[in-house]
């Protein structure tokens, strides 16, 4: 509900990349406040979501797809994905929306001068 209520004016399925920067989440050895929130509403303290997330770490929420980075050199893993509304059909409209899904990740990697390092990530839910 959180996360809805924040992003309600910055959600444009039709153009996935629209509002990506805003919907971008950071942790930088300081917690994202979205995410402090969040971890409060369910019980959690800050000392113990610093102990459960990494120190670095990028989340990106966007229309069909959230994907994350761990430290600023990972590879980018996608955690969910979903198509489109409206059927199994891939029209020109949907291929563009991966095309402008994926180019929103590139711009982000342009400007990197090393190369990524790979980051192996074991999830566990329960």
Same mark, same amino acid.
């Given at each position: 509900?959180?996360?809805?209520?924040?992003?309600?004016?910055?959600?444009?399925?039709?153009?996935?990349?629209?509002?990506?920067?805003?919907?971008?989440? &950071? @942790?930088?050895?300081?917690?994202?406040?979205?995410?402090?929130?969040? #971890?409060?509403?369910? %019980?959690? +303290?800050? $000392?113990?979501?610093?102990?459960?997330?990494?120190?670095?770490?990028?989340?990106?929420?966007?229309?069909?797809?959230?994907?994350? &980075? @761990?430290?600023?050199?990972?590879?980018?893993?996608?955690?969910?994905? #979903?198509?489109?509304? %409206?059927? +199994?059909? $891939?029209?020109?409209?949907?291929?563009?929306?991966?095309?402008?899904?994926?180019?929103?990740?590139?711009?982000?990697?342009?400007? &990197?001068?090393?190369?990524?390092?790979?980051?192996?990530?074991?999830?566990?839910?329960?």
């Amino acid at each position: 509900e959180l996360l809805a209520e924040h992003y309600k004016h910055h959600w444009f399925p039709e153009k996935p990349c629209k509002g990506s920067g805003y919907r971008c989440i &950071r @942790i930088n050895h300081k917690m994202d406040p979205l995410i402090g929130q969040a #971890a409060q509403r369910i %019980g959690l +303290s800050s $000392q113990e979501l610093f102990r459960l997330l990494p120190s670095e770490l990028t989340l990106w929420v966007d229309p069909y797809e959230v994907s994350y &980075r @761990i430290g600023e050199d990972g590879s980018i893993c996608v955690l969910y994905e #979903a198509s489109p509304a %409206g059927g +199994s059909t $891939q029209n020109s409209t949907n291929v563009q929306m991966v095309d402008s899904r994926i180019s929103c990740k590139e711009e982000l990697l342009l400007g &990197r001068t090393s190369p990524s390092k790979n980051y192996n990530m074991m999830t566990v839910s329960g």
